[in-house]
Structure formats: structure tokens, C-alpha cells
């Protein structure tokens, strides 16, 4: 039984009851007939509504007519009756709207109408009217109650229909404008726009780009110009000011050289909201006139740039979505019949008279072993998510842990985590990378430790993953099974604007074992006490 039905029967018991109990207590024959009648037309009206697919607001509308008739018709006895038409009204005020109300209560004057303007019932029709019209008008404003309370709370079979309706209706537009839009909705490809806006205004020798995270933190989007990594950084006195009054501020550098002794901080606004800054360098201070077209043109930008988070984090979602849906089916199928094949294989060797074929279904039972396993990491691989409230700490150590103890490798992890966090993006796919490396390091490179060292202070952030298996020379040599992940792993580097560095373990003259490093943003940016300006 639904919620509806449940109040549908709680709303009808009720009354009747109260009715029920007044006629038996004053024994009057035509209350007892016209609540025998009501009874038998709110059951018919539960039945209906609970094992067909009528709409409840056509259910309710002929509840309403039928019962104001067999109320009229025995009217006046029937007097105590009449709390009934309250019913009907009240359950579509609270299950649609006010036009439901007014049409089931249309109805149910309709009905009692009918009958007192044709003699129908013992009293006149002046008399009849003077009884039911105030029990008309009280279920009229039930209803509105009812439909004002259905609006606030959300009504039991409607307003899920109805977000579910308005969802598909913003994905469907998103969609459309995501197609026509010439810039399309990647936050990097915006920055790297409104970087070259800036530069084209002030003709700056670098610039960067931060957006706020979650966390307060102003991370890094994007850079231009020599060496602007190592030296904008999202902190100082001219950050601060250009925050707090969202407007620009800029001053000069007493050690800059020529090209960077006058620094901008300019604002990116999303309406009343601050989404970020940009900290540009260049040789003097800007013009006023082309720093308020500038202002004009960041605005659009900063609309645009704040459009593409979201969109990041709608897709962030869907993704999610979908890499859990593929985990559950690889889960209850293939898996699943990979390991009944196990099950063949050991009935086959326990029943197997020869040597040599006990030997082979050993060495097929022993493969199929592997690849369970392999499989139950890929499933982990796809279930590892950023949690928002534990963060990429959280999610890198127990995906390491996890995969030491069902790999055989020796993990050492070394975290070192702020209490900030980077942006959810970067986190997302500074955890995939890391995935990736030390995926290829369990299935290729025949190593018995795996060393991974995380280190985050937002905006900078570094993994490094290492292995003391074949090497990086014996890996190159040949067709590679894993190049095709080592191209994914940089693809997703320059999504986030990291670098990625692949080479021979550190510390090991033999040359044995590969390191796996990315890096995003720069160390100096760590050693303030929030890893940059907190807004």
C-alpha cells in the first residue's frame, strides 16, 4: 500500500467512523442508510484507486458526485453525514492542486444540486441547501488546506512526478546550449580565454587563473607565461583586497624584474558571487579605460568558467553513476560465471585419474584464480570515489591498501594531507592517475613492493607511486600492454593542468623499478599555513 492509499484510508476511516458513531448514538434510520451508502462508496473508491491506473483526481471527482447524491437523498436525517464531502476535497488538495480542489468540490455541489432541485430528498430544497452548504464550503476550504500543505511538504504522488519532469526538462535544455556553445563547457579550455583576454589588455609577461574550492581554497586553473607556476601564487595583501571589495587591486613589486614589477589581481564574478581571481604581471600599471573593459569582459567570462564547474560536477556525478552500474555488472555477471568455471574445473580435478591432466586442469584452475582477482580489483578500481567529506587521502590510502592485501605486493604509503582540499575534479583525477600507475606496476612490472607518497597542500599536491619490478628500461622495449594507459594517465594530467613525470625509481643505481610522479601546482605555494589565501 502507497502513502496516498494509506491516507486515503486513514482520511475516510476517520470520518466515517465519526459519523458511524453519531447515527448509532442517535439511532436516526437515514443517518444509518446514507453512512451504509457513503461506506460502500469510499470502499469502491479505495479499490479502484489502488489496483487500477485511473488518476486519483477522476477517482475522487465521482467519490464526491456519489456521495453528495446519497447524502442528499436522505437528507434530513442524513444531516450527520454530510463531514463526509470533506474527504474527497481534502485528498485532492493534498495529491494535486487547487484546480483539483475545485472541480471535485464542483462536483459534489453538482450532486447535492441535482437532487434537492428535483424533490429528490424529504426536505425542500431551501432546507436542503441551508444543511449543506456550510459542509460545501468547509470541504472547499479543506481543500485548499490541503493543497497549500501538499505544496510545503510535497505531495505523496505528484511532486516526485513533477521533479522528476522539471529535471528532464533543465538536462534537456543544458544539453542544447552545451551543443551550441562555441567554447563548450571545459573549465581549463575557459581559463586558458580568459587568460588570453587579460594578456591581450595588459599585456602581461604571466598571468594565472585560481577558482575557490570547496574547501576555501583558491586552486589553480590555469597559467600563461614563463615560469608563472613557480611564481603567482594565490596569497597576499592583494588578493585579500581584491576578495573582500570584488574589485581589482594592483600595486608593484619591489623586486619584480622590468616585465613583472606591476601586479593585477582581478576579480572573477559570477553575479554577486566570487568564483575566483586571476593574478597577472606586467611591466606597468593598467590603463582605467582598458581595465573596465577588461572587468566587463571577465564577467562574462567568470559566467561562462562558472557554468563549466557545475557542468564538471553534473558529469562528475553521471560518471559516478556509471562507472557503479558497470562495476555491479561486470560484479553479477561476468565475475560470477568466471568463478562457477572454477567450481567445474575443481570437480574436474578431483576426479581426474591422470597425472599429467590433474596437472593442466591445476594450471587452468590456478589462471582462473588470477583472473577472479583481477576482476574483483577492477570492480574496487571502479567503486573508488572521492568522498566529499574524507577527500583524496582517504580514497588513495584505502584503494592502496585494498590492493596490497588482495595483490601480494608490500605497500608503503606516506600521506601527507592538509585539511584543505584541492578542487573535486582535481582530486577525481589525480586519483585515477595514481590508479593507473599502480595498476600497471601490479600487472606488469613483476614487483614485490610498491612505494606511493602523497603529499597535498593546496593548491600544490604531489603522488608519487614506485615499484621495484623489471624497470622502466625492460618495460619500453617492444609492444607495451600498458602504453595505452600511460596515454590516458597523461590526458588526464593536462585536464587539471598537472605534470606528469615517468622515469627510474629513485635511489636505485641497478636501475630495476619505475616511479610514476604528478604534480600539481607548485611546492612554494604549500609553505602558507592554509597552501594559499582562504576566502
Not at 464531502?85 to 455541489?109: H, K, Q, Y
Not at 595498476?439 to 607511486?465: M, Q, Y
Request: proline share 4%; charged share 20%.
Amino acid at each position: 500500500m502507497t502513502q496516498s492509499d494509506r491516507l486515503g484510508l486513514a482520511a475516510r476511516a476517520f470520518f466515517l467512523a465519526t459519523v458511524l458513531g453519531l447515527a448509532l448514538a442517535f439511532r436516526e434510520p437515514a443517518a444509518l442508510q446514507g453512512t451504509v451508502l457513503v461506506i460502500g462508496i469510499g470502499a469502491v473508491a479505495m479499490i479502484v484507486a489502488h489496483f487500477s491506473v485511473i488518476n486519483q483526481r477522476w477517482i475522487l471527482l465521482v467519490e464526491g458526485f456519489f456521495a453528495a447524491l446519497a447524502i442528499s437523498v436522505t437528507l434530513p436525517g442524513s444531516e450527520m453525514v454530510l463531514p463526509y464531502l470533506v474527504v474527497p476535497v481534502l485528498l485532492a488538495g493534498i495529491g494535486g492542486a487547487v484546480r483539483d480542489v475545485e472541480l471535485v468540490a464542483g462536483f459534489e455541489v453538482v450532486g447535492l444540486a441535482i437532487v434537492l432541485a428535483l424533490g429528490g430528498g424529504a426536505e425542500s430544497t431551501a432546507a436542503g441547501l441551508e444543511l449543506a452548504a456550510p459542509w460545501a464550503v468547509a470541504s472547499l476550504g479543506a481543500g485548499f488546506v490541503g493543497a497549500w500543505f501538499g505544496q510545503l511538504r510535497g505531495a505523496p504522488s505528484r511532486v516526485d512526478g513533477a521533479s522528476y519532469e522539471s529535471a528532464r526538462r533543465l538536462l534537456s535544455q543544458l544539453r542544447t546550449v552545451a551543443r551550441r556553445l562555441s567554447s563548450g563547457l571545459d573549465p581549463v579550455s575557459l581559463a586558458e580565454q580568459a587568460l588570453t583576454a587579460v594578456h591581450e589588455q595588459l599585456g602581461d609577461a604571466r598571468s594565472a587563473l585560481f577558482v575557490r574550492t570547496e574547501g576555501g581554497v583558491l586552486s589553480p586553473l590555469g597559467y600563461h607565461g614563463y615560469d608563472a607556476k613557480q611564481t603567482l601564487l594565490p596569497s597576499g595583501h592583494l588578493v585579500e583586497r581584491c576578495w573582500s571589495e570584488m574589485r581589482p587591486a594592483h600595486g608593484p613589486q619591489p623586486h619584480g624584474r622590468a616585465e613583472t614589477r606591476w601586479r593585477t589581481v582581478l576579480p572573477l564574478r559570477s553575479g554577486t558571487r566570487m568564483i575566483g581571481v586571476v593574478i597577472a604581471d606586467a611591466p606597468e600599471a593598467p590603463q582605467p579605460g582598458a581595465l573596465d573593459s577588461l572587468l566587463r569582459e571577465l564577467d562574462e567570462q567568470a559566467l561562462r568558467l562558472d557554468t563549466a564547474l557545475v557542468f564538471d560536477e553534473v558529469r562528475s556525478l553521471a560518471t559516478l553513476e556509471e562507472r557503479q552500474r558497470v562495476a555491479r555488472e561486470i560484479h553479477d555477471g561476468v565475475a560470477q560465471e568466471v568463478a562457477s568455471l572454477g567450481y567445474a574445473l575443481d570437480e574436474l580435478v578431483a576426479t581426474a585419474t591422470d597425472d599429467k591432466r590433474r596437472q593442466q586442469l591445476t594450471d587452468v584452475r590456478s589462471e582462473v584464480s588470477r583472473v577472479v582477482s583481477e576482476l574483483r580489483l577492477s570492480i574496487f578500481d571502479l567503486r573508488s570515489e572521492i568522498s566529499p567529506a574524507a577527500g583524496l587521502g582517504s580514497a588513495l590510502s584505502n584503494y592502496i591498501r585494498t590492493v596490497g592485501s588482495r595483490s601480494g605486493l608490500t605497500v608503503h604509503l606516506t600521506l601527507d594531507e592538509s585539511p584543505t582540499r584541492l578542487r573535486t575534479e582535481v582530486e577525481t583525477e589525480l586519483l585515477r592517475i595514481a590508479q593507473e600507475a599502480v595498476t600497471n606496476a601490479r600487472k606488469h612490472s613483476g614487483a614485490e613492493n610498491l612505494w606511493v607518497d602523497c603529499r597535498i597542500r593546496p593548491p600544490f599536491a604531489r603522488i608519487t607511486v614506485q615499484d621495484d619490478g623489471t624497470g622502466l628500461a625492460d618495460v619500453l622495449t617492444g609492444p607495451r600492454a600498458d602504453s595505452y594507459g600511460l596515454h590516458i594517465m597523461r590526458e588526464r594530467a593536462e585536464r587539471i593542468n598537472a605534470t606528469l613525470d615517468i622515469g627510474s625509481r629513485d635511489k636505485n643505481p641497478s636501475g630495476r623499478g619505475t616511479r610514476v610522479t604528478v604534480t600539481v601546482g607548485d611546492e612554494s605555494s604549500s609553505l602558507t599555513p592554509n597552501g594559499g589565501a582562504r576566502v
